[in-house]
């Protein structure tokens, strides 16, 4: 047994050392150098040089592996970061055990002792030897080293063991490789482990040179090609084709400079590859060319710059919409938080860069320590830690920006009420570009997502088409008519409208002409409807509704003296030197020509006024004109329209109610008349299931209290006939029940209802008066009949917060929760004193109710 020696352990990170080879170290961890400090003052300078098995800077006898070298310290340098040294390898050595002393580790070597063969003249040996020997000198020259140095190396070792270690040391082969190397001490099976390694890496070098030869040989085609369309470009200039060349390179250079996504881009240039592989003549090229051309056209990065002003938007609001006070307070409400929001995401942005710029100052002052480790190897180099950059996806922090979207607005309302063009305004007031696309009568999901490339004709879908006529990625984009999407065999263009409005989903919508996503997460759609109704579940629940109502006769006033007669004036000719349009003159327009809650069908009246006077002035009739109320008459014919007016006197059986439609809310007389029969409900005028059960209701009211309404027992023996004027108009809604009620009460007690006043809510069996919708608008109605006294059920008293000033000043609104306090107001005669309900000088009938809260 040979003795043992006690060495300093110099620990190796990545690096196995053979005996009989001389590698450079680096050394800098502080008991590596002190290890090294302890073997120069000894004679001999030998360390134990043995690997880890795991790469840690703190070591400890666990860490290291058994079987090392014994190595004596050749050439040192020292320098700031520690010491570069050679290291000889002299023998094989086995740790009996580690200690620690003074800093740094020792251990116990023995030296190992090889197994030799035991006939180095054995045949199969000696021919074992000879093809690793062969071997390794046909790795050599197939690394690029040159031939004599590689046979000078290998004939400086003749030992077997010694050169099994020598071409160990020089293989490319993994740590753990090279250390079972080191501990087979057995030297046959030794050079047969090594051979295998170096076939294995003669293997790999002859497939690179196979793959380089592939490529040389490709190269060599594509100089010829090249080669081959110069002669094709010569040929095409003789025959005056060589402005098509020019086209198609000015495609490729335009695409060249866009910055695509990966995916995309791989599209672009399959595409372009098969494009330069068929000719001009195929149909084929005309499709993939269009098809280029339309990805060369999007806004894949394009963004206009977003200035966010609110004194500016309101300023612009106001500028192009007179009165929606309450839509341009949402707008500007929808604006004031996107501003804070895209000041938040800037200050969010800001402090991950500082973030980042610490985590790298923190990383880079880690590795110079790392850097002067011991267990380097040469040409190894240091370890570099990857910091991800601040606007990187995965740098810390960056979370997705997408979760800040603004909401998708949907405005409704009836027409020409200004939805489209408070649309164009948000995008001016945003500095953003601006595109409209109407959906109204679309029936196929293509008109959405396009069609597929394969088909003759194939266009993208409107979407995309309207990016692209945007020319940036985050435009104001108007769905004009949502509500008036259909349905087809086709499919439906409503369920590929979902993608399209989820923010969850729309950063990756894809187009079939296109094929490949297309981010619209920065669009701002906002989407216009007249019947909401009419939109499906799933879609609407992906939309915030702002609601439009009618304007007031006011409020068109003031728009056609605005906005209407000066764009009419210009588009025929007039200047207000040739005429002057009266105040009466506009109201008798908006009453008697015009029955919408919009403008539009008034602006068209104003232009068939300005053209009948521009008519005159051109035939220089007059020179001027005043158009007055009388006038509006001469020029325009008799009025259209013949709105419901207040009824002159109090009748019995007529009774006044509201209702509303798209254009705006109006009056409407119930009639209830008695007449012989056998007790039966006759109901005329064309009304529907609702309105129906609602005469039925009032019918079981008036007969199950007919003591407090003081009607006779024999009335209920006759017929009694309900009927509401308009009979080719539809009607129906529950919105009628009072007014039907008031008119049978009115009509089997023989007590005329009071013609001043207007009334609508829905009844119960019980009488409670329960609410409706519409309330602005049916009260508005009113107002233009002459009426100025309502009944509205209690609960809708918050709905007259939206009424206008000046109708509010006008109306005197009566609050209503049992049908009782409603008839007690429109019948003539009914009064409350003490809580109790009288008719005329009657004696007062028990369970009367309190009297209806009337608002000013």
Excluded at 263 to 271: A, C, S, Y
């Amino acid at each position: 047994m040979s003795e043992r020696l006690t060495l300093p352990v110099l620990p190796l990170r990545e690096v196995v050392l053979f005996p009989g080879v001389t590698a450079p170290i680096g050394a800098g961890r502080p008991a590596t150098l002190r290890a090294i400090e302890a073997a120069l003052a000894t004679p001999d300078r030998l360390v134990f040089a043995v690997s880890q098995r795991q790469n840690l800077d703190d070591v400890t006898p666990d860490v290291l592996y058994t079987v090392g070298t014994v190595a004596r310290i050749g050439q040192l340098q020292r320098g700031l970061a520690g010491m570069q040294l050679l290291l000889h390898g002299e023998y094989r050595g086995t740790a009996v055990h580690y200690t620690e002393e003074s800093g740094y580790l020792q251990a116990a070597v023995r030296q190992a002792e090889e197994m030799l063969p035991l006939d180095d003249n054995d045949p199969a040996f000696v021919a074992l030897h000879r093809e690793v020997r062969s071997r390794a000198a046909e790795l050599g020259q197939k690394s690029g080293l040159p031939e004599e140095v590689v046979q000078q190396v290998l004939a400086g070792v003749n030992e077997a063991g010694r050169f099994a270690d020598l071409v160990a040391g020089y293989i490319d082969i993994t740590p753990p490789e090279r250390q079972g190397l080191l501990e087979t001490l057995a030297v046959e099976e030794r050079l047969r482990k090594v051979l295998v390694h170096v076939q294995r890496q003669i293997s790999v070098l002859d497939a690179q040179e196979e793959i380089k030869s592939q490529v040389q040989e490709e190269l060599g085609e594509r100089q010829r090609e090249m080669f081959l369309r110069e002669q094709l470009k010569q040929i095409r200039r003789e025959l005056g084709e060589e402005d098509e060349q020019g086209e198609q390179d000015e495609l490729k250079a335009k695409l060249a400079a866009l910055d695509l996504p990966a995916d995309v881009r791989k599209e672009v240039d399959r595409e372009l590859g098969r494009l330069n592989r068929i000719g001009r003549e195929s149909m084929e090229s005309q499709v993939i060319r269009t098809f280029l051309e339309t990805v060369s056209e999007l806004p894949w990065n394009e963004r206009s710059p977003e200035h966010l002003d609110l004194v500016e938007a309101e300023k612009i609001l106001d500028e192009d919409h007179y009165a929606l006070g309450d839509v341009k307070d949402r707008v500007l409400e929808f604006l004031a938080v996107r501003q804070l929001r895209t000041q938040v995401e800037a200050a969010a942005r800001a402090a991950r860069g500082d973030e980042a710029v610490e985590a790298v100052e923190a990383v880079a002052a880690a590795e110079a320590v790392e850097a002067v480790d011991a267990g380097a190897a040469l040409d190894v180099p240091p370890a570099t830690a990857t910091v991800p950059a601040p606007n990187r996806p995965d740098a810390p922090g960056n979370e997705d920006d997408r979760t800040s979207r603004a909401p998708i607005l949907l405005f409704t309302g009836p027409p020409g009420v200004g939805k489209t063009s408070i649309a164009k305004s948000i995008a001016r007031s945003m500095g953003r570009k601006y595109v409209r696309i109407s959906l109204g009568g679309a029936r196929d999901e293509a008109d959405i997502r396009g069609h597929r490339r394969t088909y003759v004709g194939a266009l993208p879908g409107r979407i995309i088409q309207g990016m692209r006529q945007a020319g940036t990625k985050n435009p104001v984009f108007l769905l004009d008519e949502i509500d008036k999407l259909g349905v087809s065999f086709q499919g439906d263009p409503a369920s590929a409208l979902l993608e399209v409005l989820d923010p969850a989903q729309n950063d990756s919508f894809v187009d079939h002409y296109l094929g490949v996503p297309f981010d619209l997460s920065e669009v701002m759609f906002i989407c216009t409807a007249n019947f909401p109704q009419n939109i499906p579940g799933p879609l609407m629940d992906r939309m915030e509704v702002v609601e439009f109502s009618g304007y007031t006769e006011r409020e068109k006033l003031g728009i056609a003296r605005t906005y209407l007669v000066p764009r009419q004036l210009t588009e025929n000719g007039l200047g207000t030197e040739q005429i002057d349009i009266t105040d009466d003159a506009l109201s008798e327009l908006i009453s008697g020509y015009t029955r919408e809650a919009g403008v539009r069908q008034l602006e068209r009246e104003v232009g068939r006024l300005a053209r009948k006077v521009a008519r005159r002035v051109a035939t220089r009739e007059v020179e001027r004109l005043s158009v007055d109320r009388e006038m509006v008459d001469d020029l325009l014919g008799r009025p259209k329209v013949h709105p419901e007016k207040m009824a002159r006197a109090d009748e019995v059986g007529v009774a006044t109610g509201m209702f509303y439609t798209p254009v705006g809310g109006d009056i409407m007389f119930v009639e209830a008349s008695t007449m012989r029969g056998k007790g039966e409900l006759v109901l005329t005028g064309q009304l529907g299931d609702v309105m129906k059960e609602s005469a039925r209701a009032a019918w079981t009211y008036a007969r199950s209290h007919a003591t407090l309404l003081q009607i006779p027992e024999e009335m209920f023996d006759r017929d009694i006939h309900i009927h509401c004027p308009a009979g080719a108009i539809p009607k129906d809604g529950p919105s009628a029940g009072v007014t039907m009620a008031t008119a049978i009460a009115s009509a089997l007690s023989g007590r005329p209802v009071r013609h001043d006043i207007a009334m609508t809510g829905e009844i119960t069996l019980r009488g409670r008066v329960l609410p409706i919708g519409g309330v602005k608008e049916k009260i508005l109605g009113a107002l233009r009949a002459g009426i100025t006294h309502i009944i509205l059920p209690k609960d809708n008293e918050a709905d007259l917060d939206d009424l206008p000033k000046e109708a509010r000043e006008r109306v005197t609104v009566h609050l209503a929760q049992e049908l009782g306090e409603v008839l007690a107001l429109a019948l003539r005669g009914a009064s409350f004193r003490e809580g109790r309900l009288f008719f005329g000088d009657e004696v007062p009938h028990e369970g009367g109710l309190p009297s209806a809260a009337a608002y000013h």
